[in-house]
């Protein structure tokens, strides 16, 4: 398999004894701002989430190009970490908050927020 952004080919016959080796096939340039605690794969589209207080955002990329096709900042108050793509929406957490949101994944308007909690009260990608 290739990964395009991580861009990664397994050697074949790797085992875990001889531990997991991977050739870079290709790398790209990535927006210096945007600190990726999520990433998520559909359809020739990656979905990724950032991270950064008061800056976080959700946004669509082009899978081949890397190209931003459309990013939403996410309230000021969260920091954006893990997002999951399920049945054409995503789901976000946030990190110390306890707060998640749903996008849909088409055009990433805001479907739902929900409380969440964890054994530390932290939510992570």
Known sequence: ?????????????????????????????HDPTSFTQGLSYNNGILYESTGLNGKSKVRRLDATTLDVIQSIDIPRQYFGEGIAYHNGNLVQITWKKRR?????????????DFPFETEKMEGWG
Request: charged share 20%.
């Open 100 to 112: 998640g949101f749903v996008y849909d994944a088409n055009d990433l308007s805001l479907l739902l």
């Open 1 to 29: 398999e290739t990964f395009v952004g991580a861009a990664v080919k397994p050697i074949p016959f790797a085992t875990l004894q001889d531990g997991v080796r991977f050739e870079v096939l290709e790398t790209f340039p």
